[in-house]
């Protein structure tokens, strides 16, 4: 959230971006997209509305009503905020037909007009308590002003008196201890009558107070001090009427903080070009043709973007739930955008259940989730000791303790870390129990195996980040629908490694990788002739025929028919 509290105002609003949290609750979700919306109008309409001169004050007013003395500067503080909240209230209610969350959150705002005229009252705009703050200190500055002229009058006569003059090092008024003094030479020491207040370094120089204006001096100190005392209680009035409105100071705070957040959003959904999402009531559980037994979550991103990736270089990805699968498992090459297609997924998802626009087109929808769980990246935990794969395990352990129906699981290079025999076996165990749970789970995935699972089990579907074979590079794209492939071979031949050495390593794929890859072959019309044979004797044999009687028939390898087709079919005759 640290991106959004760079768009905050003040530290009461940074403190509520950085805390910042997804909410679970629909109602809570909607309103605050709405109040993010009402912002961006707003702020454009008008620009000129800000939280400039707002302040957290709610330390001061705690101080206050431990009778604590605030500071000239302190009060301003209250005083500027408590005018910023004044601002922005009556400009906002003004307009409450057409920003109602914002009215409603504005109308909290106390304008407490007495403290505010008070402190403007006895204090200016340099810190300063004023001669009018009270009676008693402008008739001590008055005084304090009168004997102040008369004291520097009678130093100047001394210094400038000819019988004195030559005594003096040179003719000038300065201070030592708050004191009036004049400096005299060491050696005429008692020529002039006085106080010696300080020595020169050098011991050449007294600094001496003369006997003449003793008096004049103790009663300018003594107007001081009553000026001092006058200025505290002051300032200890305006604190105890801080004190006194304590309560509403704070929920001016509390309700400018939440201003602060929401114009903080608008300004980071216009960095971003976001876009308000459509949240989209979680539909009652269902079993479409396809038999997965959808939990009915919703998910519909289109050109989304990460939100932290560069806005001029990231590939905006479509990604989308249909009613025939909540389970996407996502595939293609190392550094092609499968982890990142995740992130942004789930980031989305936490955006906009904070209340966040997100960075993607228009008509984009989400569910609101119960939870969003993640499991990314190489965790390896150095202080527990544990593996890569161990780290992943534990996390998984504890999402499919917490994950129900309504959450959103994301699962990055599920099994990796260990033998792949076992690693693929473990992942497609985790994605069958994710199903029977009908819990809406992405997963990023090298494993040839999940992708059969995902094309062979209904509920599930393949997805890939695609590779461009000409330049060699992928191309951050997600296509739903096909399953990645090992691009290595590919590769190799464009690279000019010998033919036969890369039909040789063709030979040698694992039957169940070929199989795997023939997915997508089939659907782009690019198997070559080797491969159309490995595939006629490694993949299971699943047909539907016509039998010399004209009896529509069907004959299949594995116990669940591959290719679904309606069952009503089977058995009649053609004619």
């Given at each position: 959230m640290s991106r959004l509290a760079e768009h905050t105002s003040f530290s009461a609003g940074r403190e509520l971006a950085l805390g910042l949290r997804p909410s679970t609750d629909p109602a809570e979700v909607r309103r605050r997209q709405g109040e993010t919306s009402e912002a961006r109008r707003?702020?454009?309409?008008?620009?000129?509305?800000?939280?400039?001169?707002?302040?957290?004050?709610?330390?001061?007013?705690?101080?206050?009503?431990?009778?604590?003395?605030?500071?000239?500067?302190?009060?301003?503080?209250?005083?500027?905020?408590?005018?910023?909240?004044?601002?922005?209230?009556?400009?906002?209610?003004?307009?409450?037909?057409?920003?109602?969350?914002?009215?409603?959150?504005?109308?909290?705002?106390?304008?407490?007009?007495?403290?505010?005229?008070?402190?403007?009252?006895?204090?200016?705009?340099?810190?300063?308590?004023?001669d009018g703050a009270s009676p008693d200190l402008a008739r001590v500055r008055r005084e304090l002003r009168e004997t102040h002229r008369r004291l520097l009058d009678k130093l100047e006569r001394i210094i400038s008196s000819p019988s004195t003059a030559p005594f003096l090092q040179e003719p000038i008024i300065t201070q030592r201890e708050g004191r009036y003094v004049i400096p005299l030479k060491a050696d005429f020491k008692g020529r002039i009558p006085g106080l010696v207040h300080d020595v020169s370094a050098s011991g050449a120089t007294l600094f001496i107070e003369p006997l003449a204006t003793l008096e004049l001096g103790n009663r300018w100190r003594e107007l001081q001090v009553?000026?001092?005392?006058?200025?505290?209680?002051?300032?200890?009035?305006?604190?105890?009427?801080?004190?006194?409105?304590g309560e509403r100071v704070e929920h001016t705070v509390e309700a400018l903080a939440e201003l602060?957040?929401?114009?903080?959003?608008?300004?980071?959904?216009?960095?971003?070009?976001?876009?308000?999402?459509?949240?989209?009531?979680?539909?009652?559980?269902?079993r479409p043709a396809s038999n997965c037994q959808h939990p009915g979550s919703t998910i519909d991103l289109r050109k989304a973007r990460h939100p932290l990736l560069d806005p001029a270089t990231v590939v905006p990805i479509d990604v989308h739930l249909s009613d025939d699968y909540f389970i996407l498992v996502i595939t293609g090459p190392n550094t092609g955008?499968?982890?990142?297609?995740?992130?942004?997924?789930?980031?989305?998802?936490?955006?906009?259940?904070?209340?966040?626009?997100?960075?993607?087109?228009?008509?984009?929808?989400?569910?609101?989730?119960?939870?969003?769980?993640?499991?990314?990246?190489?965790?390896?935990?150095?202080?527990?000791?544990?593996?890569?794969?161990?780290?992943?395990?534990?996390?998984?352990?504890?999402?499919?303790?917490?994950?129900?129906?309504?959450?959103?699981?994301?699962?990055?290079e599920l099994g990796a870390g260990t033998d792949p025999s076992e690693g693929s076996a473990l992942a497609r165990a985790i994605l069958s129990h994710l199903l029977e749970r009908r819990i809406t789970t992405f997963v990023a995935t090298h494993y040839p195996e999940l992708k059969v699972f995902a094309h062979a089990t209904p509920g599930v579907e393949n997805a890939c980040v695609e590779f461009d074979l000409e330049t060699l590079a992928p191309t951050y794209k997600l296509s739903i629908g096909l399953p990645g492939r090992s691009n290595a071979l590919a590769i190799a031949s464009r690279l000019g490694l010998a033919s036969g050495i890369v039909d040789r390593a063709?030979?040698?794929?694992?039957?169940?990788?070929?199989?795997?890859?023939?997915l997508l072959h089939l659907d782009t019309g690019t198997l070559t002739v080797p491969e159309v044979n490995r595939l006629l004797i490694h993949l299971p044999i699943d047909i539907t025929y016509v039998d010399k009687e004209d009896t529509v028939r069907f004959f299949s390898q594995t116990k669940e028919r591959i290719f679904p087709r309606t069952p009503a079919i089977i058995g009649r005759k053609v004619q």
């Open positions: 707003l702020l454009a309409l008008r620009g000129d509305l800000s939280l400039g001169g707002a302040h957290d004050v709610r330390p001061l007013v705690k101080n206050a009503r431990r009778e604590a003395v605030l500071l000239p500067t302190e009060l301003l503080d209250i005083r500027d905020t408590l005018v910023r909240g004044r601002t922005l209230r009556r400009a906002i209610l003004r307009l409450s037909d057409q920003f109602p969350l914002l009215a409603d959150i504005a109308a909290r705002i106390e304008e407490c007009p007495r403290l505010v005229s008070e402190i403007a009252r006895c204090i200016n705009e340099r810190a300063e308590v004023v009553e000026e001092e005392r006058e200025v505290r209680r002051v300032l200890a009035a305006l604190s105890a009427l801080v004190a006194e409105e602060d957040l929401a114009f903080a959003k608008a300004k980071y959904a216009e960095e971003l070009k976001a876009v308000e999402p459509k949240l989209v009531s979680w539909k009652a559980p269902r955008g499968k982890t990142v297609s995740l992130k942004t997924v789930g980031l989305l998802a936490l955006m906009a259940q904070c209340g966040l626009h997100i960075p993607a087109a228009e008509g984009s929808a989400l569910s609101v989730f119960s939870g969003i769980y993640a499991d990314i990246g190489d965790e390896q935990s150095i202080e527990q000791n544990l593996s890569t794969f161990s780290s992943h395990l534990n996390n998984i352990v504890d999402i499919l303790r917490r994950a129900d129906r309504r959450s959103l699981v994301l699962l990055d063709r030979e040698m794929v694992p039957p169940q990788s070929l199989e795997a890859e023939g």
